[in-house]
């Protein structure tokens, strides 16, 4: 095991190094941590999107925008952000830090694309927020239909949506490249002894969304190129007036569009398995089902994306529907390990277990929201209202946001060598969790009754105003629980408890070396003959016999 | 590492360099990771196909009725088509010979299939201006917009395999490849067998499924 310094200072080969280390390291340590902080910083200007948004309807009445378009930016660049810029490389990120040290690997497979895959981001970033200063940003909604999303009059004029077209298209090339990077480290860069089902479930979850990314992401790049082209060659695929199909449009996208939301999620649900055993202190039930739960998720994921546009009246509905509700029973299954692995289990609550278990709870509500929409009569009503805005947060922020929490939680100590502060940490945990449920819960009445999305503006008397007002109250608060956690990192940067290798005890490999961990990764490895080397080598067991 | 020293003591048998004869068996690094970035490019020409299709559906005649004899399987493209094919097989003349050190013959054979897919990319400008002439333009239609995008990103992905094609001769007349090591050109040329594979799709469907 490779030994910590005695002294209070994080490793020499840590990250306290100059400029030009960051800039070009190709160490997948460091480049995660590149995409954590790239990804945060993306959280905060996709939250001040929100934020837009939310200011702007707490009231009826049009206060503070000038003009209704300024308002369709900011929920289209919101909602393209917090996906594009924010959850998916986030993941991407914790993926990138923790899974070669967890099977073992002294990097990964390609370590200078992985760079590649990082720098592409923020470049693609700023061509996004450069439409705000060319005469718009995109402002189609994140979906970018067409004829909306067309060059022409009360379509998108302006160059905003082309560099929003850019800009995805490089987001897409660096996931698809990361996912080839993941699934070759995975494959051939195992430990000696590490089996498949011996690797550590966030492994497993990172290997299925890198499928998922490598199959459809690609569609999305086809998709926006020939949106590209139409805009700007005369093309003829989506605009109904120039011989295209605007349902074609919808049926590429959402192709992508629907296991990304797997992709968003699959990583952090792998993450809430890693922090459940720890916390408490039994191994994840039923490993295998998890494994296959998760598999079927990813394949399933592929035969469901018309459940988005079930109102077109181009779709054969009953199967859409049922593959739909289907989709529910892996996902269920995997609800039923996190709980059976709680159950008589010895908690700790600290602040990773509480957002795991922020996730658990969140997470249920917006996978039971979802099931509603399933039925089509049902998403006949909803379709397009608060409803779907409540469903969608519910899973992906009180979902993979807080799956996200946990993790930073859960493995700042190992990237600095320093604890987070449990009482800091608590406090964002309360204000986050009170906020998100105020924010997003009063969605569901509103939907129910009738509200529309992507309206700047309601009447007075539509009896929306108190739900609004709440909903914008929380959003408030959320981004107030913001401030205790990035005092709190800086804070313990310069003065938190020293870690040590192993702070939580934790079971996979990652604490089998110093923290932060020499460039090479490991000095030597356990023994691995369970999905617990680490445990293993504590309690002197053989393991747990996969 | 665990376990005994003897045959992890080379680079060759480290078992996370990945070069060709993995220790653990099985192949590359690299050329798994081209197997799956073909995969991904695989997808991205089926987002193509499925505009396509979805367009030919929706659009009665097709080919309308202007371009209806503008799309000949037996011009320009016949023989371009059978040139892609040959730089198929003398691509794979080329693995060959590296695979037995034959290093003369691996340059040669190369050669052959660059001059062979710089002829394609050639032939298919050409043939583009015809058409351009006859009036099937990027702008005519769900026809012609299908037709450019699907050729055009096709003939984008030629020039990446030239580039390649390109890279890898240069490699290989400085020497850089034997028996052993010549990673970049398997998969070069496996990549070069994907477009060659995508060209014998598009040919079928656009010029005679149409």
């Not at chain 1, 390291?25 to 945060?40: E, M, Q």
């Not at chain 1, 308002?71 to 830090?97: K, R």
């Not at chain 1, 479930?201 to 992401?217: E, F, G, Y």
């Amino acid at each position: 095991m490779a030994t910590t310094a005695p002294a209070l200072t994080p490793a020499a080969s840590g990250y306290r190094s100059g400029l030009y280390e960051w800039l070009t390291t190709t160490d997948h340590k460091k480049i995660g941590i590149l995409y954590v902080v790239n990804s945060f910083i993306f959280f905060f200007l996709g939250g001040l999107l929100a934020l837009g948004v939310r200011t702007e309807l707490a009231q009826p009445g049009l206060q503070f925008l000038a003009d209704e378009n300024l308002y369709n930016e900011l929920f289209t660049m919101h909602g393209t952000v917090m996906i594009f810029l924010f959850i998916i490389p986030m993941l991407v990120g914790f993926g990138n830090y923790v899974v070669p040290l967890q099977v073992g690997a002294p990097d990964m497979a390609f370590p200078r694309i992985n760079a590649l895959s990082f720098w592409m981001l923020p470049l693609a970033g700023t061509l996004l927020f450069l439409g705000f200063a060319t005469g718009g940003a995109a402002a189609a909604g994140w979906t970018s239909y067409s004829p909306l999303a067309q060059d022409r009059p009360l379509g998108s004029v302006g160059p905003g949506q082309d560099l929003w077209i850019v800009g995805l298209i490089l987001v897409g090339t660096s996931s698809i490249l990361g996912s080839i990077n993941f699934l070759v480290t995975i494959f051939k860069m195992r430990a000696p002894g590490m089996t498949l089902f011996r690797m550590p479930i966030l492994v497993w979850t990172v290997l299925v969304t890198s499928v998922l990314v490598l199959m459809a992401t690609p569609v999305l790049t086809s998709a926006l190129v020939m949106l590209f082209i139409d805009r700007n060659y005369g093309g003829s695929f989506f605009d109904p007036a120039n011989g295209g199909n605007a349902v074609l449009w919808q049926n590429v996208f959402w192709f992508y569009s629907h296991p990304a939301v797997y992709i968003m999620v699959l990583p952090a649900m792998g993450m809430i398995s890693e922090i459940l055993p720890v916390f408490s202190r039994k191994p994840l039930f039923g490993y295998k089902a998890f494994v296959f739960a998760t598999a079927g998720i990813g394949a399933l994921g592929f035969s469901v994306w018309a459940h988005h546009m079930f109102t077109t009246g181009s779709v054969y509905l009953p199967f859409f529907s049922l593959m739909t509700f289907l989709i529910a029973v892996p996902t269920g299954v995997k609800m039923f390990n996190w709980i059976f692995t709680l159950f008589r289990g010895k908690l700790t609550f600290s602040t990773p277990l509480l957002f795991a278990l922020g996730f658990l709870s969140m997470f249920l509500i917006g996978g039971i929201n979802g099931a509603f929409s399933a039925a089509v009569p049902v998403d006949f009503a909803l379709h397009d209202t608060y409803w779907v805005v409540a469903h969608l947060h519910y899973v992906l922020f009180g979902g993979s946001v807080f799956g996200v929490f946990a993790g930073v939680y859960f493995w700042f100590p190992k990237m600095t060598g320093r604890m987070l502060g449990e009482g800091l940490g608590k406090v964002q945990f309360v204000l986050m969790f009170i906020g998100f449920n105020l924010t997003f819960f009063p969605m569901h009445a509103l939907g129910l009754s009738g509200m529309p999305r992507r309206i700047a503006d309601y009447a007075s008397d539509a009896g929306w105003n108190e739900l609004n007002l709440a909903a914008t109250v929380g959003g408030f608060l959320i981004a107030a629980s913001i401030l205790p956690f990035l005092w709190n990192v800086f804070v313990s940067l310069r003065s938190g408890k020293p870690a040590g290798d192993d702070p939580w005890e934790g079971n996979t490999l990652e604490w089998a070396t110093s923290s932060p961990p020499p460039p090479y990764n490991f000095d030597h490895l356990p023994e691995i003959r369970s999905e617990r080397p680490v445990f293993d080598l504590r309690h002197g067991r053989a393991g747990s016999g996969h | 590492m665990t376990s005994d020293s003897q045959a992890l003591t080379t680079t060759e048998h480290s078992p996370v360099a990945g070069f060709a004869h993995d220790a653990s068996g099985g192949i590359s690094n690299p050329i798994l990771g081209m197997l799956l970035f073909i995969t991904s490019e695989v997808m991205f020409f089926a987002g193509l196909f499925a505009a396509y299709f979805a367009s030919r559906a929706a659009v009665a005649p097709w080919p309308p009725t202007e371009f209806e004899h503008t799309l000949e399987a037996f011009g320009p493209v016949f023989p371009a088509t059978i040139m892609l094919v040959i730089s198929s097989v003398t691509c794979q003349i080329g693995v060959n010979a590296i695979r037995r050190d034959d290093r003369a013959g691996f340059i040669r054979a190369i050669g052959i299939t660059l001059v062979l897919g710089i002829m394609f990319l050639l032939i298919q400008v050409f043939d583009y201006g015809l058409l351009y002439s006859e009036g099937l333009t990027v702008a005519a239609g769900p026809y012609g917009t299908t037709y450019y995008t699907l050729t055009g990103f096709h003939g984008a992905h030629v020039f990446g395999g030239v580039i390649m094609l390109g890279v890898v001769l240069y490699r290989g007349m400085a020497g850089q490849f034997s028996s052993r090591h010549h990673d970049a050109v398997e998969a070069t040329s496996i990549y070069w067998h994907f477009v060659d594979v995508v060209w014998i799709g598009l040919y079928t469907t656009l010029y005679w499924l149409r």
